[in-house]
């Protein structure tokens, strides 16, 4: 299969179609529209473009190919593949002639139904993409099949009944006859109202032929050569190049003191003043960073200063001790009652500190407007969102139809790039140079101290055994900044306690927050998860049997227990200086369960994680290997923000810089193996992406517990903490 | 401003910049080889990674003058003709990348360690690799990948 390579001097923005060959059909979001236009005709593809609220289109031409627009942006989670593969399986396409090409970013075109009623969004976050396309997919590729069905009945006169498919074409068992689909492109009638489909007309899970099998993703071979194309990656005829400098506190406002001299630097075009930073334009990138060195800017003392990440846990401790109720997200049955009937109560505080994206291809994007100003094309590798324009018709003044979106490689996302700063800031750039385009870069330095975190925050958690050595309550708050950041994976769904109480308490500041992959669940399940621990251990109960019993309504949920449990041989006799973890939780639908095994040197306060083995539940599985490889690596993202990674503020200013004082996990650190079983359901398919991140915490936590027999409270579990939490 | 004349995947090419200038802007963005990658710019990160006389480098750390006097320099465009590398087959057969923006400096690091050691052993592949970061997390199937591509045993974990 060819890889599309975006060539920029050659897109027309009102080119639509990769050619003129064939027809075109359009996907709507319960299934396939009943129009069918020859690419010939672009104009009236691109009228039903424009006025039908379409979800994707795919073009079939005479010769067989097939090519898919795909809506989803592709950050290394296989979008690119996943969605393709749904929509091929059930049009029964020979996957060998299909092409997939990212589609416009016009969200009412091509937006997800997922993230609410009657609202079409284009936004690749929180797992959702697989889940939210799934069964209109499915819907289109079964009425695409049926019209070729159709085709091919007319053709040889004989009942569509005695019709099947093969990969790519038409068969009639009886007459030994077949016609490629290429060859019934022509011969494709539209009826005017389409044939509803029904379940049981869609493919039995057990006779798909792509879904569930491997599947090479599209994107691979573009990513071994070099040759795939990051928004960092554009490069445009008189194209020129900006940086910014924002200072190291969030909020201040600057002053240049020098521009004039900056002006006269080498290469320097345009020195641009904006509410959070200074802008320079150059004619080399080079010249740029040069300038941005040399800038002289005294900055306004802003809200932030004053602000010491590492102080604020005390603050924290006062309002989770105070009176003042938060906002409550559980509360269910009767906690005080639970609790004075207890036999025995438990009281844990959990901290986690700031945490930094750190995806490779720091933020950048590339903007150019039109000389007339009444356009602009806009480069860039987004996570998308609510506005498929990102901010930059508000920034410009024009209308979101003029501003045309190119979607490119996101060098990762991990939430990171659902924020539209990056884009504004070139738009602002681009503003002052029309109609050269202008490639803004972050430098490492800027990606890291501009952030936007995971919140720090407090977790309180109390619970309580009843008579019967039950655990019959469990009370968790936050106390933070950053609402539903913090909020999510705060409930227990899959265990069966019947008193629970969960709430929020805020104490806002001025740090910049974004979601991170698994956003809540992260802090959230590691404190859930090494309280289970602490409680079970002081009941003289194993991790495993006390999950067990909490989880006897839930049948799925347990599944995977049992599944790790018997993968890890949970209970087997270890080296000496080994133990194993578990921890379990839901994510974006996902039931997961891992385990792990680590060992200490208690010398270094370093910990070694040997294996990890994980269970989930996942709902039908479309891509199995692009699953595993999303496990594996959210484990190892996990462990590197568990091990290693902290951001700390002091008097409001971010300590770390790059990578030589923000650690990521390297390659001597990773574990041995990293084993994954996933459950097979034919259940609609549910996020993987974020499900192994927020495992390991609680499971590491749990092994070091099992191991030492001491608590680890404080994220990330650096060697200092390490070696405090063993003498403690 | 200074005529630099370079080598690059057996062409010869001149260039027009700064004395100091990295060879990592020098590639990408004056030369459009830009499948080698912006990261960190202070040699932690790798994705930069491209070969000088058949050595590893890290092209963000090195100014265009040190490369210019007849060095032969090797990009992730000018590792094989057709993108069919033992390692690039390699990565694709074990499916490594992700994001896949780390991957030309992790393919370019790997290279230089096979040339030098065709049969590397689990560890002396991960103390070569040691200093190419990836966020996504592939580094299993980076491992994975060396070993095919040199013929080693494969452990039934990778």
């Known amino acids: ?728 | 401003m200074s005529v630099f004349s370079l080598h690059i995947n057996g062409n010869k090419q001149e260039v027009e910049v700064s004395q100091g200038t990295p060879l990592l802007w020098v590639l990408r963005e004056h030369l459009g080889l830009t499948g080698t990658k912006y990261g960190c710019g202070i040699g932690q990160c790798g994705s930069c990674t491209v070969h000088v006389d058949g050595l590893a480098i890290k092209a963000c750390t090195i100014a265009v003058e040190n490369v210019s006097q007849g060095q032969k320099i090797k990009t992730i465009e000018g590792l094989s003709q057709k993108g069919d590398h033992p390692l690039q087959l390699a990565w694709i057969e074990a499916q490594a990348p992700q994001c896949g923006y780390c991957q030309s400096g992790q393919i370019m690091q790997a290279a230089s360690l096979l040339e030098a050691n065709p049969h590397p052993t689990q560890q002396e592949i991960m103390s070569h690799m040691n200093g190419n970061l990836c966020r996504c997390g592939t580094y299993l199937r980076i491992i994975k990948a060396v070993k095919i591509a040199s013929g080693g045993e494969i452990s039934k974990e990778l």
């Open chain 1, 1 to 728: 299969m060819s890889q599309t390579t975006f060539i920029p001097s050659q897109i027309s923005r009102r080119k639509f179609l990769k050619s003129s060959a064939g027809v075109a059909l359009f996907i709507g979001s319960s299934g396939l529209l009943s129009q069918l236009v020859s690419c010939k005709n672009e104009q009236q593809v691109k009228a039903i473009i424009e006025k039908q609220k379409l979800t994707a289109w795919v073009q079939m031409d005479t010769e067989g190919n097939v090519t898919i627009y795909n809506p989803a942006a592709e950050m290394g989670q296989g979008s690119m593949t996943s969605l393709p593969v749904i929509f091929a399986e059930e049009m029964d396409a020979d996957w060998s002639r299909v092409e997939v090409v990212f589609s416009p970013q016009e969200a009412a075109i091509y937006g997800s139904e997922g993230w609410g009623p009657n609202q079409k969004v284009m936004l690749s976050a929180g797992s959702r993409v697989t889940n939210g396309y799934y069964n209109m997919l499915r819907r289109a590729g079964a009425q695409t099949r049926l019209l070729f069905l159709q085709a091919a009945a007319k053709k040889w006169e004989v009942p569509l009944e005695e019709l099947a498919t093969q990969p790519g074409e038409v068969v009639h068992k009886l007459s030994d006859k077949r016609v490629g689909y290429g060859d019934l492109v022509s011969s494709l009638i539209m009826p005017e109202e389409l044939p509803e489909i029904n379940e049981e007309q869609l493919k039995n899970p057990k006779d798909f032929r792509l879904i569930g099998t491997f599947v090479p993703r599209t994107d691979i071979p573009a990513k071994v050569d070099g040759s795939a194309q990051f928004a960092a990656d554009i490069r445009l005829p008189d194209m020129l190049y900006g940086v910014y400098e924002r200072g190291r506190i969030h909020g201040a406002v600057p002053t240049l003191k020098n521009e004039t001299a900056i002006l006269g630097l080498p290469g320097v075009i345009k020195v641009v003043s904006i509410d959070h930073a200074i802008g320079v334009i150059a004619k080399t990138i080079e010249q740029a960073l040069s300038a941005k060195e040399q800038l002289n800017i005294s900055w306004s003392n802003p809200k932030a200063k004053g602000f010491h990440s590492q102080d604020i846990y005390e603050t924290y401790q006062k309002v989770a001790a105070g009176k003042q109720q938060g906002n409550v997200v559980v509360d269910k049955g009767d906690m005080k009652t639970a609790f004075k009937r207890a036999r025995k109560t438990y009281a844990y505080d959990f901290k986690n500190d700031y945490v930094y994206h750190a995806q490779m291809e720091p933020l950048n994007s590339v903007v150019q407007i039109a000389e007339d100003k009444n356009s602009a094309e806009v480069w860039v590798g987004t996570q998308q969102g609510f506005d498929s324009k990102l901010g930059v018709p508000g920034v410009l003044g024009l209308a979101p139809e003029n501003v045309n979106i190119h979607m490119q490689y996101l060098g990762g996302g991990f939430g990171r790039r659902s924020m539209t700063d990056f884009v504004t800031e070139c738009a602002l750039l681009a503003k002052e140079v029309v109609p050269s385009p202008v490639k803004l870069l972050w430098t490492r330095q800027d990606d890291l101290t501009y952030g936007a975190y995971r919140p720090l925050s407090l977790q309180r958690l109390e619970a309580c055994i009843d008579a019967g050595g039950k655990l019959s309550g469990f009370s968790h708050m936050i106390v933070g900044n950053g609402d539903n950041l913090l909020a999510s994976g705060i409930q227990n769904e899959h265990y069966d306690i019947e008193n629970q109480h969960a709430e929020l308490r805020i104490v806002p500041n001025e740090t910049r927050l974004k979601h991170w992959r698994a956003v809540g669940h992260g802090p959230n399940k590691f404190a859930i998860e090494a309280m289970i621990d602490l409680v079970a251990r002081d009941q003289g109960t194993d991790p495993v049997d006390f999950r067990r019993r909490l989880m006897q309504k839930s049948p799925r949920a347990l599944a995977t227990l049992e599944k790790a449990a018997s993968m890890s041989r949970w209970g087997e006799t270890l080296f000496e200086g080994r133990a194993r973890g578990v921890s379990f939780l839901e994510r974006s639908g996902t039931l997961s369960t891992g385990i792990c095994e680590i060992s200490l040197d208690r010398d270094s306060g370093k910990i070694k994680v040997h294996h990890f083995w994980t269970a989930s539940d996942a709902g039908v599985i479309v891509q199995p290997d692009n699953v595993k490889a999303q496990i594996e690596g959210g484990i190892i993202m996990g462990m590197s923000s568990v091990l290693l990674e902290q951001i700390t503020i002091v008097d409001g200013a971010v300590e770390q810089s790059n990578f030589n004082d923000y650690s990521i996990l390297r390659m001597e650190d990773i574990p041995e193996s990293i084993e994954t079983a996933l459950i097979t359901s034919s259940n609609t398919p549910q996020g993987v992406g974020e499900s192994g991140t927020p495992l390991v915490a609680g499971a590491i936590a749990n092994a070091f517990l099992a191991l030492t027999g001491k608590p680890l409270l404080h994220l990330p579990f650096t060697p200092k903490r390490v070696l405090e939490a063993l003498n403690a």
